[in-house]
């Protein structure tokens, strides 16, 4: 399979040239990074392919409403005659929309459960004998939780009269659509938070995991919103030998946490059909891009990206947010250092500076947070003006160094002589206001305005320009005043060409 995957979404049922309007923002966060295309499901449900949009080709993943496993085979291979292969084979669909399908491989970590392929109460009361406790009903697919009481839950699956009220009302509201059979779970006792605000059934602690090609692609919280992902680094671990067990592209693990505080699987689905829950649409979509070969949220990747910022002379600004976490931060590259801040803390209680960037991802900071251990809780990077693509086009970076070391060349040392004496140079007085390393733009300007030829006469005038620029004060910054500092660049400059290093 590709890695830049297509999407393909339902039309609206009014208008086949527009997306449905449950998927309006979905589409608008896939469009930004990937092809995507429309199909008409009402048509799809007379067996009829009607595709608009933009005309995709290869992997393709379906962002729409469940369709029963007939039904997406169909689907499937009327787009395989396009050109269109989606992400999942209709046997991979089926085995993960269907409980029977993925019941055995997780069994033990997933509550215990029967089913049969019947609709038939009877049938289905067959399989409450030999079970105690308390139980719920579902088909191969969905319960009907928000009916707790009424069609889901079962007290005492020994007490015959209340178990044939609520599988018989699950039965009979679930009518035409009941897929597959009767399925009976046993009722686990969950970490609860709460009643659900509509229909007043019990909530838990639970999130929703969606695993693209084995790995996991995000991950968040199953009702409530904005509140920490609750999941230590040993859980994400066990989390991922789940994931490295899914025989499908893509799917979704509902997790629950139990009342002994253990995580226990009480879904598993199709992630094509699965529903975002608390998950941001931007934020989910961004998640295919970051599991690209060069992931941008990777620690390595930030690594490496820092790394060559500063070597081209930026210092370049990183700032996070974590979920669950209101506060951003800033990670800041320098050339002999790195620091990390929390963002606003201008008088440095908030700052803490590291020799190297292994140094910094290996600590505990500020609020207890060790970038390492808490990368998993990034949820959105973003930087200084210049480099405003970093998040969504990783090769604009790339193409903005080798830009700039061509514009460059040798100049990166004259920098480093300029920057050196224009910071000496504010102790003077003549600035008394601003700190060092508070003119790294205008010695930037200097550098690239000279070259190792320029005479006294020639620095002095940039200098004087760029500062008159800056602060407006042509008397303070006269060419006179600049003289002394132009002198001091132009030797330091000389005796880098005899000594090949930088003065003292």
């Known amino acids: 399979m590709e890695e830049n995957v297509n999407f393909i979404f339902c039309s609206h049922p009014l208008d086949k040239k527009k997306v449905d309007e449950d998927y309006f923002e979905e589409y608008q966060a896939a469009g930004l990074n990937h092809e995507c295309a429309l199909f008409s499901y009402e048509d799809l449900e007379r067996g009829k392919l009607s595709l608009c949009g933009e005309d995709i080709k290869g992997a393709t993943i379906y962002r729409g409403w469940m369709m029963s496993p007939h039904m997406y085979e169909n689907f499937y291979n009327l787009l395989l005659e396009r050109g269109i292969q989606l992400i999942n084979s209709p046997k991979e669909y089926a085995k993960y929309h269907l409980l029977p399908g993925w019941y055995k491989d997780f069994e033990g970590i997933t509550p215990f459960s029967v089913w049969n392929e019947s609709k038939n ?141 253990s995580l226990i699987i009480m879904e598993m689905g199709d992630g094509q059909v699965s529903g975002l829950q608390q998950i941001g649409a931007y934020e989910f979509y961004r998640g295919f891009q970051n599991q690209s070969k060069e992931n941008i949220y990777s620690i390595d990747y930030i690594k490496n990206a820092i790394r060559e910022f500063v070597e081209i002379g930026m210092e370049p600004e990183l700032t996070i947010c974590f979920r669950g976490n209101k506060s951003e931060y800033m990670i800041i590259g320098y050339e002999d250092h790195v620091s990390f801040q929390r963002c606003g803390y201008y008088d440095g209680s908030g700052e803490i500076d590291y020799k190297t960037l292994e140094e910094l991802f290996e600590a505990e900071i500020i609020d207890d947070i060790c970038l390492k251990r808490d990368w998993n809780k990034v949820v959105d990077i973003w930087c ?20 700039n070391k061509q514009e460059w060349r040798d100049r990166r040392i004259i920098f480093k002589i300029v920057k050196k004496e224009i910071d000496k140079w504010n102790p003077y007085g003549l600035l008394p206001d601003c700190p060092n390393d508070e003119f790294d733009g205008e010695s930037k300007s200097i550098a690239l305005n000279i070259d190792w030829n320029s005479t006294v006469d020639e620095i002095t005038k940039n200098i004087s320009e760029e500062f008159t620029l800056s602060f407006g004060d042509s008397d303070m910054f006269s060419f006179k005043s600049c003289v002394s500092v132009a002198e001091n660049i132009r030797d330091g400059m000389y005796y880098f060409i005899k000594n090949k290093r930088i003065k003292n």
């Open 121 to 261: 109460i009877d049938d289905a009361l067959k399989l409450t004998e030999n079970l105690e406790g308390a139980f719920i009903v579902k088909d191969y697919v969905k319960s009907r939780k928000h009916e707790w009481y009424d069609a889901c839950f079962i007290k005492d699956i020994k007490d015959k009269e209340e178990a044939s009220r609520v599988i018989g009302n699950f039965i009979t509201r679930q009518g035409e659509s009941l897929e597959g059979g009767v399925v009976l779970r046993k009722f686990e006792s969950l970490k609860c938070i709460g009643n659900h605000k509509d229909s007043g059934m019990p909530i838990s602690e639970e999130y929703r995991i969606f695993v693209f090609k084995g790995k996991i692609l995000i991950a968040d919280n199953y009702w409530n919103k904005d509140k920490e992902v609750n999941i230590s680094e040993d859980e994400y671990a066990w989390i991922e030998s789940v994931a490295s067990k899914v025989e499908s592209n893509f799917v979704t693990v509902d997790l629950a946490r139990k009342t002994d505080g």
């Open 384 to 403: 200084s003006p210049s480099m405003a693509d970093f998040e969504y086009k990783k090769d604009k970076y790339k193409k903005m160094v080798e830009q």
